[in-house]
């Protein structure tokens, strides 16, 4: 099992420059497949999802290369296949290459996703979707199969649930209709950027809040080139890690991105400077306050367990209520087993934040888990084990904490 140990605490400082977005560029690449010439992408994060997805756009026969943060596709031999491989069920967005292949192929066979355990996380809105566009849809154990003897041309719809995925799924699935209007959509930053790169490979789209409206496309012959925004999550994290470490300067985070939950530290006089090329997180400890999750452009849920560190640490009481996913809170029972005083009860967290933690030696269950358990690691000293469900989301994570001066000892069985 890969693990990480911090002995002797220090002071970080530094400055780090954040990556592309993990949940931009999944299904950017995916759509990447509907071009109809070379795609350049720019700014795609080395993490072990894009890794697994790639493997995927090769196993359709793509050609795929990845070099440094550039991936260039030509999917001029992209042919069908089922897509049933191991990789297709470890990551959760291989699901957008159900309306990739609908679009080229009228038919996909898919088995059903992976991704973090953080709840039961059905795919019923991505299926009600795809059954009111007309196609028929039924499973063989635990593989989807779709496809269609004729498809409308138009599509009006509203959107079942509010749900990230969904949406982008829907979308994706509506860009073979002439005329199609799409309601009730949660269109987070990174949907919002595949809008812009499917506009870029001659999409005619056109996203207002909830709502998207498609009508058709007319390809763009040329080669395209497409810089993916960066990664709101990883930001935040290096932010909090300022905050509780020492004094770090965050390069390339678009600040629109992260404005609510980085007006609750500013308003809970937590120091962060906003420069004019980075945003500076310094060592302090702010005052509780309250959050719960929620769509954008309010408190999201991948960073709630990030928070949870800071907030047990704060001045105070306040609650944290995850209304998103029912397995986020296993970072609370972290904090207590070290010395923290954190009551949880039901989807809620009641939090007395106190001053000192004890080093202690934890096991990570997802992605985002991980990487709270580091910060708290880095601040009190112990272990994290099962280290490589962080290589799902943050890139060179461990280059950027020595660039920061954090001394801490890595054991891999396997490459991270
Ligand atoms: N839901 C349903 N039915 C559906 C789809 C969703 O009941 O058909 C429920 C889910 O179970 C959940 C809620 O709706 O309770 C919202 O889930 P959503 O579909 O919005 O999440 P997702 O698309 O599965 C994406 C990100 C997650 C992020 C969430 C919420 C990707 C690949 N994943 O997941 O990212 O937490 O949106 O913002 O984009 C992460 O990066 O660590 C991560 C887990």
Redesign the pocket.
């Known amino acids: 099992m890969n693990s990480v140990t911090v002995n002797k605490v220090k002071n970080l400082k530094g400055i780090v420059k954040i990556s592309g977005s993990?949940?931009a560029a999944?299904p950017i690449l995916c759509t990447s497949l509907l071009a109809s010439n070379r795609v350049i992408l720019k700014n795609i994060p080395r993490i072990s999802d894009v890794y697994k997805l790639i493997k995927i756009l090769r196993y359709l026969n793509c050609n795929v290369k990845f070099k440094y943060d550039k991936v260039i596709i030509d999917n001029s031999s992209v042919e069908y296949k089922p897509l049933t491989i191991k990789e297709c069920s470890e990551i959760?967005?291989s699901y957008y290459l159900i309306g990739v292949m609908l679009y080229l192929f009228n038919k996909c066979e898919i088995i059903l996703p992976g991704?973090?355990k953080?709840?039961?996380?059905?795919?019923?809105?991505?299926?009600d979707a795809y059954k009111a566009m007309g196609y028929n849809v039924s499973y063989e154990n635990d593989v989807l199969i779709i496809n269609a003897d004729n498809i409308p041309k138009v599509f009006n719809y509203k959107m079942t649930?509010?749900?990230?995925?969904?949406s982008i799924n829907t979308i994706i699935g509506s860009l073979r209709f002439n005329n199609a209007v799409l309601e009730n959509l949660?269109l987070?930053p990174?949907a919002l950027d595949l809008i812009e790169f499917l506009k870029v490979l001659g999409f005619k789209i056109d996203a207002l809040e909830n709502k998207c409206v498609i009508k058709g496309a007319s390809l763009n012959n040329n080669k395209i080139s497409y810089m993916i925004i960066s990664d709101r999550?990883e930001a935040m994290t290096f932010i909090i890690m300022g905050l509780l470490c020492g004094d770090i300067k965050i390069k390339n985070a678009n600040i629109n991105h992260i404005r609510y939950p980085l007006d609750l530290l500013i308003n809970a006089k937590y120091n962060i400077v906003k420069e004019k090329k980075y945003i500076r997180a310094i060592k302090s400890r702010g005052e509780a306050f309250s959050i719960k999750t929620n769509?954008y452009p309010f408190f999201?849920?991948?960073m709630q367990p990030l928070f949870g560190v800071l907030l047990a640490l704060s001045r105070g009481m306040c609650i944290v209520e995850e209304t998103?996913?029912e397995n986020r809170l296993q970072i609370y029972k972290d904090i207590n087993s070290s010395g923290g005083n954190i009551n949880v009860i039901g989807n809620k967290a009641y939090i007395t934040g106190v001053s000192e933690l004890n080093p202690n030696n934890y096991t990570s269950l997802?992605?985002?888990h991980s990487a709270a358990l580091l910060l708290l690691i880095l601040k009190f000293g112990g272990t994290v084990e099962n280290l490589s469900l962080l290589e799902r989301?943050y890139e060179d994570f461990f280059f950027k904490l020595k660039l920061l001066g954090a001394n801490f000892k890595l054991k891999l069985k396997k490459r991270l």
Do not use: Y
């Not at 039961?120 to 991505?126: F, L, M, N, Q």
């Not at 649930?161 to 969904?166: D, F, I, M």
């Open positions: 993990k949940n999944i959760r967005g991704g973090c953080i709840g039961k996380r059905p795919i019923d809105a991505h299926i649930k509010s749900s990230v995925g969904a949660v987070e990174e999550m769509t999201p849920t991948d998103i996913f997802d992605l985002r989301g």
